[in-house]
């Protein structure tokens, strides 16, 4: 394979052998070519003893090059620039919430019923007030206490021998919580959240499935067998756990959303965004903790528990997707009234100290619908794992884990889409095209690939020395962007179509440098063919790009 060889140490010059490479790769016409006959002047060290590439000059340019800002950080971005189409690119970018009105793609309100027109429906408000009041809603924490219990739980069981110890001759021994929903030291005064984990509390009589009255007096635990109780266990946590959620949601609706002095400090708009469709969400929850409650009072031996699920699912996907999408715009905005509304940021302090919340925060109640939508899929394939294969409720159950888990794939589509449209709409304004054919960025199905500085090497046409220019590359799924980056903004040199006008060649082919290839532009933004050597940085740079660049070729 041909090399390069060098005038200095650090001084590259063409060889013979990798300029017949490339006249033969591309044909004599081509305007690779025209790169070539840049670098054909430069001499061997043999036959240079001057005039060849200064190690100073080499050096200035590696050290720009080091100089050169990282890859542009999206998220810090979005926290400072406005997502308006009004805003000039060189303008100052003012710190501020993104106008997604402005970009109607973007907007949650799309996403879900706008609470404006809905606030003031009657029926809506019948549909909401589900006349219904759980049996164990008060046995159970709150949500963000059970979830995290149940992690503990978890680990429990993986680092002992759990089933074995908790087996006895009258069934299946209480799992120790500590916590219980209705210790003293909770509503003290002088408790800390240290002092609470340290000190150990009971559980509650309804914490299990077998501390239930009606288990007791049936005498059921004596007949069933280990994998029966611990079946029915696993049910019962469907029920134990929605009562929990449920109990959560009351708070989250009744004590921060129904919160008159909360209202006042925001407008319409902003109220809707913090708190989206949450009083829905408490309404199916309500709904399906009664269908819960109901089949377990037909009989204390719960079964067919998935179709109950999957009845419930169709309502699931039309409020959990806009609720989940728009928890992207509820934490953004949350965050910037914390700096800049200091009414609000008094209103929720004020609120979050009642002990009634028992000290849990705002966002802890609002991220509570996506915790609980994953949750039900986990608990479901719990219950799956222990039925038995040839009962009747499998079939049921396997469709309601199906119907759950399509339900979080649709919720992680959309977050997805709506993150990759958000960085679009940050990257056009920072981009100038200035003289450079322009192209609208945010298309409908495009998405950033892959990005990153580059260099490019050039020679000079008076004295064949040969340097570097920092470059920047955005490669999108259908589109490569060229530009150079000043402070944070990147002023566009060339794009092309990808992967239709984009082309590299290896190392192996051309006998590049080991972090070199060669980028060929089939057309231009100038409707002409072009090309350029690139340099990475490192050689795990050089890997990256040319895979992404080669992903579709």
Not at 252 to 275: D, G, M, P, W
Request: net charge neutral; charged share 20%; proline share 5%.
């Amino acid at each position: 394979m041909a090399q390069f060889g060098y005038t200095d140490e650090n001084s590259p010059c063409w060889s013979s052998n990798i300029i017949a490479n490339l006249h033969s790769y591309f044909g004599d016409s081509h305007p690779v070519n025209h790169l070539i006959s840049q670098t054909q002047t430069v001499k061997t060290r043999e036959q240079l003893d001057t005039g060849g590439l200064d190690k100073r000059d080499l050096d200035d340019s590696l050290n720009q090059l080091e100089d050169c800002s990282p890859p542009i950080d999206i998220s810090s971005a979005l926290r400072s620039v406005a997502l308006t189409r009004g805003l000039k690119k060189h303008s100052p970018v003012p710190l501020s919430v993104p106008t997604l009105e402005d970009y109607p793609i973007l907007s949650p309100l799309n996403y879900q019923e706008k609470s404006a027109e809905r606030a003031a429906d009657p029926a809506e408000e019948e549909v909401l007030n589900v006349p219904f009041q759980s049996k164990y809603i008060h046995f159970f924490p709150l949500y963000q206490d059970y979830c995290l219990q149940a992690v503990t739980d978890g680990l429990h069981r993986l680092s002992t021998s759990f089933v074995s110890e908790l087996i006895s001759s009258q069934g299946l021994q209480r799992r120790q919580f500590g916590y219980e929903a209705t210790s003293p030291q909770l509503n003290s005064p002088k408790a800390t959240p240290s002092s609470l984990l340290s000190q150990p509390v009971r559980v509650t009589p309804c914490t299990l499935w077998q501390d239930l009255e009606e288990v007791k007096a049936s005498g059921l635990l004596s007949s069933l067998t280990t994998r029966e109780i611990r079946l029915q266990e696993s049910m019962f946590e469907l029920i134990g756990s929605e009562a929990s959620y449920l109990r959560s949601l009351g708070l989250a609706v009744n004590h921060f959303y129904a919160s008159k002095a909360l209202k006042q400090t925001l407008n319409q708009r902003e109220h809707h965004i913090l708190f989206s469709n949450i009083r829905r969400v408490m309404a199916a929850s309500e709904k399906f903790l009664m269908d819960l409650e109901i089949q377990l009072g037909k009989s204390v031996l719960i079964s067919q528990i998935g179709d109950i699920v999957l009845q419930h699912c169709p309502e699931f996907h039309c409020l959990y997707v806009p609720y989940v999408t728009n928890m992207m715009y509820q934490e953004t905005l949350f965050n910037q009234l914390l700096q800049q509304n200091r009414d609000f940021l008094y209103s929720i302090k004020k609120l979050e100290r009642d002990p009634v919340c028992q000290r849990q925060s705002l966002k802890s109640f609002l991220v509570l619908p996506f915790q609980r939508i994953t949750r039900i899929k986990l608990i479901l394939e719990s219950i799956l794992k222990l039925t038995e294969p040839g009962s009747a409720s499998i079939s049921n159950l396997k469709k309601a884990i199906e119907a759950i888990h399509e339900i979080v794939t649709e919720c992680d589509k959309r977050v997805s889409k709506i993150k990759q449209i958000k960085e679009l709409v940050c990257l056009e304004m920072l981009l100038d095209f200035g003289k450079v054919k322009s192209v609208p960025l945010i298309v409908s199905g495009r998405f950033l690939v892959h990005q990153g500085p580059m260099r490019q090497l050039t020679v000079a046409a008076y004295n064949s020395r040969v340097s570097f220019v920092s470059i920047y590359l955005h490669l999108f799924n259908d589109l490569l962007i060229i530009s150079s980056k000043k402070d944070q903004r990147f002023t566009v040199v060339d794009h092309a179509e990808f992967p239709t006008r984009v082309h590299i060649l290896k190392t192996e082919v051309l006998g590049l440098p080991p972090d070199s290839f060669l980028l060929h532009l089939s057309q231009s933004h100038t409707r002409q063919p072009t090309a350029m050597i690139l340099v990475a940085h490192t050689r795990s740079d050089k890997e990256a790009w040319m895979k992404a660049l080669s992903s579709n070729q």
